[in-house]
């Protein structure tokens, strides 16, 4: 029995609900409700009408983009005051103490500074908006995979993420601000794009036409795009990030809008942080963390050095691996006790804490003093017991924002650190970063992991040049290039992104010859690290009981036909429907379902009926609102018929059935469907096979799929739950059990 | 009346046929045919065999990666050397005859040359493989939309492409070498991943598994980014160029292969060419041309010189309708003229020996002479008339291969040009360029096209820091960067790539900072171009009559539904169906069909039955050259029994059904349908509107889709044809017309 068998067996006595999938989200709807309605406003609208349309996604697209950077910018500024603030006040202290003995009055001043700004961040967050915890990049996942998470995409959330990643960053914990930013640019795209606010209940009454899910999932994609364009200057790689996560169709024109925005976005962070920097015209800051030029005559690599990089491959999955499995106990630790929002901010304090206090630590036993150069990129180098004129090279990793650690471990010249140094730092902030990950606070994990993976890189960096040392092959003598390599070794052991991080890795060098090796990288950290457990995203997905929906169906699941999958018996309506009825199922809380075929002639207990349409949830609580009954269409011809805009002006947020009052009388009238469904749905016979459901399903980004027998009756229903139950489990195909909560 | 009209009316005259669509082209099919003998394929695979073929195809993509790699070097090599040779006998030759006179002789000496180059490959290309002339790019489009072109991918077309381009580059005419590497990479990967040629009918037996349209389609794709790559240096522009061009399903497995190829295709070339150029380690040459290192503390460009770039791009986006206009009447007249091949070749030969004549005249009489300095980039530099020390400005733009050009107009120093140099060659090379295209050679439009917008837009840069000079803004001084916007602006103005295009110049640039304004460039080329005339790739497309298929529906379609756009009444089998019919019905030369919807019990006059699946042309003509019929099923039995591998060992290139004999008795039998067809086709109802039918049939890359009543009868059936007829014209909808051939 291996080590990894008793963790296992371990776990399973921890209560957990990864094996469970949660009925309670519920999907976006990425095709359109093909109703008559709809048809009518499209065939009316002219081809000049369509082109305004488009102009008008521009327009956007560009407003995602400016507004991300300035937030992106925002945040960068904030942080660099308040943590410029902090360290010199530090800093200030430490050196009084320095001389006259009694440093743990620093210690107590630094821990109470940090722990001042982490409680404010984290009181925010628990009590406000729980779901601003983390990066949100897990949560814009599943937005991207066509899940609705719960107030992800609200204003109140994007105030709450950025001021408490403000308050986490300049408290110190080991954590970054570019994660936030993607959570971010989704809710400020997700806000633009349906020109109003709920919230805030404010109607722009602008871009009404893009009110429905396929719209502003669209527009979310370019905002989490123009999120990590501006969190890593690498707008390909934002592009390529939401198509990784987010497409089912590719669509040029859409990718294209994407590309736009993510452009924009880095543009106006580099032109107001160059203003900011007092170098305004350079644009020198590209995005929030900025590794720095590699230059390719500087520290090149030659090409047999790919293979020679291959000894940090493994690490980085191992490595990553090793911080999933800690985060995955830790979580469900915190699951089970932490629940509460005192508790919760009482260990972000907590941490911060600690994070100060083993940092004091440190660089109080360290003695590795290094020359103060003159091209140091210290901003705030500590002497301490350090020579004059020397500085504490411990101080440099950890009295600094991480973005700097990062630059520096990346740049600082050969021989600027002491393999101990680096040793200890690697264990220490290992420790620290992965229990901060998961605690109640907006922070991200992107550069707690590169500068991990930095630190261990250029330690094995400097232990390989010394062995070579006595070839002198002068180009191995840069470890700088190592601690690249291992830095994107370690982050892609934890987040397992391949594509879009490669590219992001490349554009935040800018020196397109490190591409293959950071390939290699990435490619193989994933391989080992799935080995073990899944990405740290992944986890916390599972985790939440998300239904999300891999690329393909599991490659072994052919034998599982829709007649197996689909839920049935379905709850059907007829086209002219009696109210009472459909109010008695909308009220159901058992079922709770939202798209419900609609058939001819059926009564409650006879054989399926054939399906006519689709009609959702969403459209007949806005049919019950108006009254639409059949027996008061006389009285109705006074009135005005309903539009697509009454659909529209309740979106998002439908009010529950529970809010619409229907009186007795009512109750026995009829509605008309058939003007409001969508007549045309997709349907599958029942034999068709699992793989083949999942790819009409998934390329299509539907809700519901109806599954017809060789009548055209209706047997059942596919929806996402149905998919995402099977997945391939270490002994082949597995099925996830159904929860309610 | 403008000109345009005029120019309109005249074209009118001219017969064409741009709107018809041809019927002889065929569609690939990307949805696999889900049948009996598939299932149980798939069922009976365990979850290591999945993996095996997983491994299996990265191990394709890197080979293919490696194959285009070493062929993009063996074409860089043969082109330097050969193109080396020539100008090095020219100079000789010049300067020989500049002291005494009588330069003729090396007019005739160059002409001659040069003519003897291009009539070479202009012979290999007309009489043996007329489909490896030009770029190869409109019909690798062409394939991964999804069209079979007769031909493309064989290992013959490869050979001729890769002669013909060598030939036509060092013959000195205005062409590429980038546009053919993407048709080869393309070949390469059709060749690797069916591990046979069906040309040298050897077959490796490896890689069976992958013998059809949708593995094979997916392979190609990693080819066409392979050779992107391999041709720009730019990787992730490759995989854009094959998702831009080609996805329907956005796959995150298949784009990360897709990405390996391009990271092996580039690395090899750097690799290979490295040791060439003696500088191994180096790896200075990422792809064919080498745009050269824009360093931003070179030549930053301040942030309002974006919109200070602002008028250069209208006359890329005019310039580029310009260029496709006049080769839109060049292509006309040729397919009306020029269509014998030996005609062909004459005019090829005759263009070269024009080309020459106008370089050496204009090299004649120019007289704008430059210092030699030491950082010159030119190889060739020709004294001529000028003093000593000095070298003919004019010769470094045409006594050149076309890459070092571009190079030199992009980073020459100021002053290097005088802007009457500048205004007449970009004024004779479009010229040239225009008239070069669509010869019968194998040969690219990037690299000319860069050349002219290179040249136009340094013209303006010197005009432009002229006029600003008072100034003294040593920023602007530098005209380099101008060059590379005009470039990007040129080269979007004529093939009207947007995505792909921008990613492509940011990586040969090596500087994300120009991504911006770049983008922009080519965003307004591409709007200014489109008011105009379509690029130059949709142009030969549409005059091949393909029918493509474009990302959405014309947006004024939904008025449309699926019953009036598709095909009836629909040629069905039964589910047993006598052999003479079906031999009956794939005799018939007028309807051709590939498709064929399986009912239960039809005849031919009674009404439609109902659907039970769908079989293709392909498959019968397998089932009837093996005999499957049920009267011989007895005797069959100790035969083996049918099996996927007869269809893979027959696939591509089905035998036409003439070739199969079937005797009078044989006709008389029954053959058994049900194992071999797919049991489970789309369909979709008749009133489903056009936009919802294009959407469903582009995202899976169906070829048939039937349609059904609300009986599941069929009464329809909806091929890439009955699509690709609507299309928005000017005023609103238009169809084309079918045409037979």
Redesign the interface.
């Known amino acids: 029995m291996t080590v990894y068998d008793i963790v296992k067996s371990r776990l399973k006595e921890i209560p957990h609900n990864e094996k469970l999938l949660s009925l309670k989200y519920e999907s976006l709807d990425y095709d359109n409700s093909?109703n008559q309605l709809f048809?009518e406003e499209?065939?009316r609208?002219?081809?000049m009408g369509?082109r305004c349309l488009e102009i008008r996604r521009w327009v956007i697209c560009g407003l995602i983009g400016f507004l991300t950077g300035l937030i992106a910018c925002l945040i960068d500024i904030a942080v660099e005051e308040l943590a410029g603030y902090k360290y010199s006040a530090v800093k200030q202290n430490i050196e009084k103490f320095t001389e006259f003995g009694g440093l743990s009055i620093s210690l107590i001043l630094w821990a109470a500074l940090n722990s001042a700004f982490v409680m404010v961040g984290a009181i925010a967050v628990a009590f406000f908006e729980p779901i601003a915890a983390g990066s949100g990049i897990p949560q814009i996942k599943c937005y991207l995979n066509g899940v609705k998470i719960p107030c992800v995409v609200r204003l109140k959330t994007l105030a709450i993420k950025v001021f408490g990643v403000i308050c986490s960053v300049a408290g110190g914990l080991a954590v970054g601000k570019e994660g936030p930013m993607i959570h971010s640019g989704a809710v400020v795209a997700a806000g633009v794009s349906q020109g109003r606010s709920t919230s805030l209940k404010k109607d722009f009454k602008i871009f009404e036409y893009f009110r429905r899910d396929t719209e502003k999932r669209d527009f979310v994609s370019a905002g989490a795009a123009a999120g990590v364009s501006a969190a890593f200057?690498a707008?390909?790689g934002g592009?390529?990030f939401s198509?990784?996560e987010g497409?089912?169709?590719?669509?040029?024109?859409l990718?294209?809008r994407i590309?736009?925005a993510s452009?924009i976005s880095?543009?106006t962070l580099?032109?107001f942080l160059s203003i900011y920097h007092g170098k305004?015209?350079?644009?020198?800051s590209?995005g929030l963390i900025n590794f720095g030029r590699f230059d390719?005559d500087v520290s090149?690599y030659?090409?047999f050095e790919s293979f020679l990089f291959f000894p940090y491959y493994f690490p980085g999955g191992m490595l990553g691996a090793l911080f999933n499995v800690i985060n995955y106990w830790l979580t469900i630790f915190r699951i089970r006790y932490i629940h509460r929002p005192c508790l919760q901010v009482m260990e972000a304090m907590l941490v911060a804490a600690v994070t100060a206090t083993v940092a004091f630590a440190m660089i109080y036993f360290s003695n590795d003093c290094q020359p103060l150069g003159q091209d140091s990129t210290e901003e705030y180098p500590l002497q301490l017991f350090c020579a004059d004129g020397e500085y504490n090279s411990m101080a440099t990793a950890f009295f600094n924002t991480p973005e700097r650690s990062v630059r520096s471990l990346f740049h600082n010249p050969p021989g600027s650190y002491n393999p101990l140094t680096l040793g200890v730092f690697t264990l220490v902030y290992f420790v620290l970063a992965v229990w901060t990950y998961g605690l109640t606070v907006s922070a991200g994990v992107f550069i707690p992991s590169l500068l991990i993976g930095a630190a261990w890189g250029r330690l094995f960096g400097i232990l390989l040049s010394t062995i070579t040392s006595s070839q002198s092959v002068s180009i191995w003598a840069d470890p700088g290039k190592y601690a690249l390599i291992g830095a994107a070794a370690q982050l892609g052991g934890i987040v397992r992104m391949?594509?879009s991080l490669?590219?992001i890795m490349?554009?935040a060098t800018?020196?397109?010859?490190y591409?293959?090796p950071i390939?290699l990288v990435l490619?193989t950290a994933k391989i080992v690290g799935d080995y073990f457990i899944e990405g740290l995203y992944d986890i916390h997905i599972k985790l939440q009981s998300v239904p999300f929906l891999h690329?393909?169906a599991p490659?072994?699941s052919?034998?599982l036909t829709a007649r197996e999958v689909m839920s049935s018996p379905v709850t059907c309506f007829n086209r002219v429907e009696r109210v009472g009825r459909i109010v008695d199922v909308l009220s159901n809380t058992s079922t709770n379902h939202n798209g419900f075929p609609v058939v001819a002639h059926t009564t409650e207990n006879e054989e399926p009926g054939?399906i006519?349409g689709l009609i959702l949830r969403s459209q007949l609580i806005v049919l019950l609102k108006h009254k639409v009954f059949v027996e008061r269409a006389s009285s109705r011809l006074s009135q005005r018929r309903l539009q697509l805009k009454d659909f529209r002006d309740a979106y998002p947020r439908f009010p529950p059935i529970q809010s619409i009052h229907v009186s007795q009388d009512e109750r026995e009238c009829m509605m008309d469907l058939n003007e409001f469904m969508n007549?045309?749905p997709?349907?599958?016979?029942q034999?068709?096979?699992l793989p083949?459901v999942f790819?009409?399903f998934r390329?299509?980004g539907l809700r519901h799929l109806v599954v017809?027998d060789?009548?055209?009756r209706v047997v059942g229903l596919v929806t996402r739950k149905d998919l995402a139950r099977y997945h391939?489990g270490k002994d082949?195909l597995e099925e996830l059990q159904l929860a309610q909560t």
């Open positions: 093909e048809l499209e065939r609208m002219s081809h369509f200057g707008p390909v592009v390529l198509l990784e497409a089912s169709f590719w669509n040029q024109m990718t294209w590309f736009f452009m880095t543009f580099n032109f305004p015209g350079e644009l020198s590209p390719s090149s030659i090409p391949t594509l490669t590219v490349v554009e800018g020196n397109v010859t591409g293959f390939m490619m690329w393909d490659p072994t052919h034998w054939k006519c007549p045309t997709y349907t599958v016979p034999e068709t096979s083949r790819k009409l390329a299509l017809v060789d009548e055209n391939l082949g």
